[in-house]
């Protein structure tokens, strides 16, 4: 049996749009909310918009504890808490995949600028908080959840993965491209997160003034 994937906020926009498309790829997907009966119904949701999928869903640290490889897409304010709250739950050897994105209306500012992070950047400092044993690599910063998920949606787009080890990236990369119009680009080491991460707050900007879902696309790989 396939190994299961699990994400954490996945009753949000983006991470339900995740769950959606990579369980209609064939991936078994575990679904984690703060609420138990929230994770539930979006698990529900997943199965009733695509028939035949594995989906499930449980509060954030069952899920997490699930699968060895999880996905965090919980907003910036919520990042901090909720990776305390599984410190007693992520062990190592698991690879964490890190979506958060420090934008300013974290803090009701603009969602069109970014926040300094003391470590340089969310993924950075979400590799400090994890257990001892656990990587982190970043992704997924660039990628309209609205157009996750819409699975009526066609992606063509890339999506931007840092991390310190090639073959993480790797993995998490060849995960990504399990859903049609998507492309994993190697970007290098995690600290380069603080760059893949701001696209998100231009992107904003642009899709407000083109009322449109926008998405990057790296020319001349090939």
């Known amino acids: 049996m396939e190994a299961s994937v699990s994400i954490i906020g996945g009753s949000g926009a983006l991470g339900f749009g995740l769950a959606v498309?990579?369980?209609?790829?064939?991936?078994?997907?575990?679904?984690?909310?703060?609420?138990?009966?929230?994770?539930?119904?979006?698990?529900g949701r997943a199965a009733a918009a695509v028939p035949g999928a594995s989906f499930e869903g449980l509060e954030n640290a069952a899920a997490a504890a699930r699968s060895e490889l999880v996905v965090l897409c919980v907003p910036f304010r919520s990042q901090s808490e909720t990776l305390t709250n599984l410190k007693g739950t992520?062990?190592?050897?698991?690879?964490?995949?890190?979506?958060t994105v420090p934008l300013a209306a974290a803090v009701s500012g603009?969602?069109?600028?970014?926040?300094?992070?003391?470590?340089?950047?969310?993924?950075?400092?979400?590799?400090?908080?994890?257990?001892?044993?656990?990587?982190?690599?970043?992704?997924?910063?660039?990628?309209?959840?609205?157009?996750?998920?819409?699975?009526?949606a066609e992606l063509g787009e890339d999506v931007l993965v840092c991390g310190d080890a090639k073959a993480d990236k790797q993995r998490v990369i060849a995960l990504i491209e399990r859903i049609d119009g998507l492309r994993g680009v190697d970007c290098g080491r995690l600290e380069t997160?603080?760059?893949?991460?701001?696209?998100?707050?231009?992107?904003?900007?642009?899709?407000?003034?083109?009322?449109?879902?926008?998405?990057?696309?790296?020319?001349?790989?090939?």
């Open 90 to 99: 992520l062990r190592e050897g698991q690879l964490v995949v890190d979506a």
């Open 21 to 43: 498309r990579l369980g209609g790829a064939g991936v078994p997907i575990v679904i984690g909310s703060r609420d138990a009966g929230r994770a539930a119904e979006a698990a």
């Open 110 to 152: 603009k969602a069109t600028r970014m926040l300094g992070v003391w470590q340089g950047s969310a993924a950075e400092q979400a590799a400090e908080m994890v257990p001892d044993g656990v990587r982190v690599v970043s992704a997924l910063h660039s990628v309209s959840a609205a157009t996750l998920g819409d699975l009526g």
């Open 193 to 222: 997160s603080r760059i893949t991460e701001s696209l998100t707050a231009l992107l904003i900007g642009v899709n407000i003034r083109y009322k449109t879902h926008a998405g990057i696309r790296i020319t001349g790989l090939g």
